[in-house]
């Protein structure tokens, strides 16, 4: 058997209502040349029975369905990693979608430059209101995604496999929940080249979920910005505007769902001296969510 081009990375646990849709996406895309792995992370639910369903009705493609004791996320995707064969290792969450020519359109890109570590692209957020594009823009430096906020999702990231195996997901406590965030700041400080595509999309489903964890994944993303600082990769200044611009974006998030209590907790975190914040404030205060 030949190598296929891509190796699908797909981490699950407990996806049950999602499953169908995410990995229809994949059976649907007009570039063939595949390998999907699924690592069901002690699923409680019927993720693994629905997998097994999912996937014996499809005919000539190539996949691996492995199950382990629930490790997290990072644990999950580096298993799959170790057992991939393609050239690259394009992520899918179990609860995000692809848009149909998303591997055909990134093939386009990756066949051209041999040297892109990571390939990103566009996302549309789906599932909480009306489908909306993600903000995503090119960046070449660590001190980019400080100051203008981290534009990869994982289902809209493409590794090169060698990259991928070289540079591990983290499976250290203190960065669960912000495993990516660490690795692309690892890449970055690896000198990895990343590449932007616009001429693909993933679409990443937006639940509402977070606002029940969103203290500990603030609490970890500041650890891995403060490791990363250690290492001298940022100075202080920049590694402190990085996390008022997070407290700041979790402030948003709690006033556009009506929980001002836990937002004015976030806006007295954010840069006091904006005179946006200051209105935002304000219009949370009167109990406004816009």
């Not at 999309?201 to 403060?226: F, I, N, P, Q, T």
Request: a neutral charge; aromatic letters at 14%.
């Amino acid at each position: 058997m030949t190598k296929p081009f891509y190796s699908i990375i797909i981490p699950v646990y407990n996806a049950a209502d999602s499953l169908e849709e995410c990995l229809e996406s994949v059976f649907k895309q007009t570039f063939k040349d595949y390998e999907i792995i699924i690592v069901n992370d002690g699923s409680q639910d019927k993720s693994a029975e629905l997998i097994e369903a999912l996937l014996s009705k499809q005919e000539g493609i190539s996949y691996q369905l492995q199950h382990q004791e629930n490790q997290g996320l990072g644990a999950s995707r580096n298993k799959a990693i170790s057992l991939a064969k393609g050239d690259y290792c394009a992520f899918l969450d179990a609860d995000d979608m692809w848009h149909p020519e998303k591997l055909a359109s990134c093939y386009q890109y990756l066949s051209k430059d041999k040297n892109c570590d990571v390939l990103y692209h566009a996302v549309d957020n789906f599932g909480l209101k009306a489908d909306y594009p993600r903000r995503v823009f090119p960046i070449n430096s660590a001190q980019e995604i400080l100051d203008k906020g981290l534009p990869i999702v994982p289902s809209a990231a493409i590794l090169k496999r060698s990259t991928a195996l070289a540079f591990p997901f983290q499976v250290d406590d203190r960065f669960h929940g912000a495993e990516d965030l660490f690795l692309w700041l690892e890449l970055m400080e690896a000198r990895k080249q990343f590449c932007y595509w616009p001429e693909a999309k993933s679409y990443y489903h937006e639940d509402g979920g977070m606002s029940s964890r969103l203290a500990e994944h603030l609490k970890k993303v500041e650890a891995v910005y403060e490791h990363f600082h250690q290492k001298g990769l940022y100075p202080r200044t920049s590694f402190e505007k990085a996390i008022q611009r997070k407290y700041y974006e979790a402030a948003r998030f709690c006033q556009k769902r009506g929980l001002h209590n836990r937002a004015h907790h976030y806006y007295s975190a954010a840069d006091s001296r904006s005179f946006k914040i200051l209105g935002l404030r304000l219009m949370n205060f009167l109990g406004l969510k816009w």
